[in-house]
């Protein structure tokens, strides 16, 4: 099972917003709607921001939002502020040999 | 709030078999999975396997010849164990309520696993 593709770096100004994307297939982004979002602070453990593909956890701000489109998932934070500066990571259910895949992981850079 | 710590042997030497327990506390660990995720240095996330609280396993099939994970429901723990290991399975661990449909939350606070003689 390959790993999902995410670009490695996204940069964005702060109050701009940006747009993660998540590309799988349709054994996994593609065919279920079981795409969740981690973000990840140096040294910290991932934290879950978004589940089944557009749902928010309790106490993580709106200015988190998913979507999907075919293989496709995307992850948008609006109102970019500093504290966002992090790695992201999607992550899918999947129906082949194994029921979890991560994706490759993006560094968000606030400028 | 459900919380999870990792613990066991920071440093094990190749060939050794790597054992982590997680203990779960302020919740039960009965009806849910729970993961076993790692992290190489400067790299991303690899999901290791998930355990059911009645025992059933799925394993990453990369690993699967030498993950065998378990569950003790009266401790509130789960726990891995990864055989023979080599350099490439230094990693920081983590254990996570989830995978499957299920998303991974929350997450311990990792614990980092050197193999070197």
């Known amino acids: 099972q390959s790993a999902l593709t995410q670009p490695a770096s996204v940069s964005g100004s702060p109050g701009q917003s940006i ?5 799988g297939t349709s ?21 879950l921001m978004i589940y089944d593909v557009s749902n928010r956890p309790s106490g993580v701000s ?9 293989n496709t998932a995307s992850l948008t934070i609006s109102g970019l502020q500093a504290e966002d500066e992090a790695d992201y990571y999607c992550s899918s259910y999947t129906s082949s040999s194994t029921p979890n895949v991560f994706g490759t992981g993006t560094k968000v850079t606030v400028l | 709030q459900v919380q999870l710590q990792e613990s066991g042997p920071g440093l094990v030497k ?33 999901w290791i396997g998930r355990i ?6 799925n394993y990453n099939p990369s690993l699967k010849s030498r993950v065998t994970m378990s ?12 055989s023979s290991v080599t350099a490439a399975d230094t990693a920081v661990y983590y254990c996570a309520r989830g995978g499957g449909e299920d998303p991974f939350d929350p997450w311990g606070q990792g614990t980092l696993v050197t193999v070197s003689s």
């Open chain 1, 19 to 23: 747009t993660i994307s998540c590309t």
């Open chain 1, 62 to 70: 709106n200015r988190f939002s998913g979507s999907k489109s075919g």
């Open chain 2, 52 to 57: 059911y609280t009645s025992g059933s396993t």
């Open chain 2, 71 to 82: 569950v003790d429901t009266s401790k509130n723990q789960f726990s891995l164990k990864l």
């Open chain 1, 27 to 47: 054994s996994d982004v593609g065919g279920y709607n079981y795409v969740s979002w981690y973000q990840q602070h140096p040294g910290k453990a991932p934290k």
């Open chain 2, 14 to 46: 190749p060939s050794e078999t790597l054992s982590l327990t997680c203990t779960v506390s302020g919740g039960s660990i009965s009806s849910y999975y729970w993961s076993w995720i790692r992290q190489p240095a400067g790299k991303g996330l690899e």
